[in-house]
């Protein structure tokens, strides 16, 4: 079989093992995996059975994160982490997250035993989406040291906290600060499907990401006076179902002036939600992305002073709270430029890229170097069944992968930490 047709089935694999991994699901007939959920331990059992056969050492921390261990070829080698998420949103597709641990497990199975001068280690995070704690990164804030106690309070819609939920899997939150990075780490990096359509367009299989876009995420909450549909008369009316709806279009205004801006509503929840009832209470959510925090915030800023401007026009009153509020984040330009590198001898022209998706990296990436390769997703379709991916894309970052471990184990910042540990 020649090196061309090697790869390719193993990317055959890595997407016949994202559609086995799919049907893990807390959901008949569709995909949903959140944190700590049942269907996580088929999931976690499955993959160690592929990373143990391939000679790594399998264990699940504290946070609830699949970590494997592949040692370097000496024993004080510097660990280079390739990871990225296993939980799913409602309604999945079978690629988001879990193609990243599954084309690093098939990294490692090229290997074929042998030991780079890198130790290896693959990681599927417990949790990045925020479905059932709203609360993202949870699995890549415990290696960063960034899981408080605090969010050990926080509970899911049935009541359970996170800790609970923890110990409900059989772990301890009082270990979590074990889960922290290594200090013999060097770098991280994650395969991800695009989730838009940007490569698509290009024609382009993979591109090397060097900035995540900052993201702020915030509820506004319209309040005003629920009444009778047929007999309150409209110029009487205090209906802030109205004055949300107003300031929605708004968004969408202000998003469209500002470049590589993008602003979203992308809930609205409205009490007491009858169908001849004036509202009396609408939350309404707002996510708001760009690469440049500064364009972010000054965004959020004249969205929130219009939205009370509104209120006050209209006799409502509201209450904003701030959800989330991540900065921009730079990937590490030398791991980038070794992306580069090893796209162009997969036969790749190199893309750069933004990414409007939050993902680990930018987590990760606070506390060692981090890079990330995009696959093209097909229709930019992404968080739908429809999700899906190209077997000769797949076998492109297959390639890429295969030559950036090369070229990384022979870096000079690879070479130097050697000689530190050694």
Request: charged residues 20%; contains cysteine; proline residues 5%.
């Amino acid at each position: 079989m020649t090196a061309a047709h090697n790869t390719e089935a193993r990317a055959i694999e890595v997407i016949n093992r994202c559609e086995k991994l799919a049907h893990f699901s807390q959901d008949s007939g569709s995909t949903r995996r959140t944190f700590l959920s049942p269907p996580m331990r088929d999931c976690h059992r499955e993959i160690t059975c592929w990373l143990e056969a391939a000679g790594a050492e399998v264990y699940i921390d504290a946070a609830g994160n699949l970590r494997a261990f592949y040692p370097g070829s000496q024993p004080a080698a510097p660990r280079l982490i390739l990871g990225s998420h296993l939980d799913t949103v409602p309604n999945a597709g079978a690629y988001d997250g879990v193609l990243g641990v599954a084309l690093a497990v098939a990294l490692l199975e090229n290997l074929n035993g042998r030991k780079l001068p890198i130790a290896l280690e693959i990681i599927g995070f417990s949790e990045e989406e925020g479905v059932r704690f709203g609360t993202p990164f949870i699995g890549s804030r415990a290696l960063a040291g960034t899981l408080h106690d605090e969010l050990l309070e926080v509970r899911d819609r049935e009541g359970v906290s996170l800790g609970q939920a923890i110990r409900n899997f059989g772990l301890d939150p009082a270990q979590i600060p074990g889960a922290a990075l290594n200090n013999d780490t060097v770098g991280y990096l994650e395969f991800h499907i695009e989730q838009g359509p940007v490569l698509e367009n290009l024609k382009c299989p993979l591109g090397a990401v060097e900035t995540i876009s900052g993201q702020s995420r915030l509820e506004f909450k319209f309040m005003g006076r629920a009444g009778h549909a047929g007999t309150t008369p409209m110029q009487l009316r205090c209906d802030p179902l109205a004055g949300a709806a107003e300031w929605i279009t708004t968004v969408e205004k202000v998003a469209k002036i500002r470049y590589g801006l993008v602003a979203t509503v992308g809930n609205v929840a409205v009490v007491p939600g009858a169908t001849n009832v004036i509202a009396g209470e609408v939350s309404v959510s707002l996510d708001v992305r760009h690469c440049s925090d500064d364009i972010r915030i000054r965004a959020v800023e004249e969205l929130s002073w219009l939205a009370e401007e509104i209120v006050q026009r209209r006799g409502l009153s509201l209450i904003r709270t701030v959800l989330l509020s991540q900065k921009a984040v730079f990937l590490n330009p030398f791991l980038v430029d070794e992306v580069e590198k090893a796209m162009r001898k997969a036969g790749c022209v190199p893309q750069r890229m933004v990414s409007g998706a939050g993902h680990d990296a930018m987590i990760v990436a606070e506390k060692v170097p981090a890079a990330m390769i995009f696959l093209r997703t097909p229709g930019g379709i992404s968080h739908q069944p429809e999700e899906t991916v190209h077997v000769h894309d797949v076998a492109k970052a297959i390639d890429c992968g295969i030559h950036l471990l090369d070229q990384l184990a022979d870096s000079t910042p690879v070479r130097e930490r050697r000689q530190i540990g050694g």
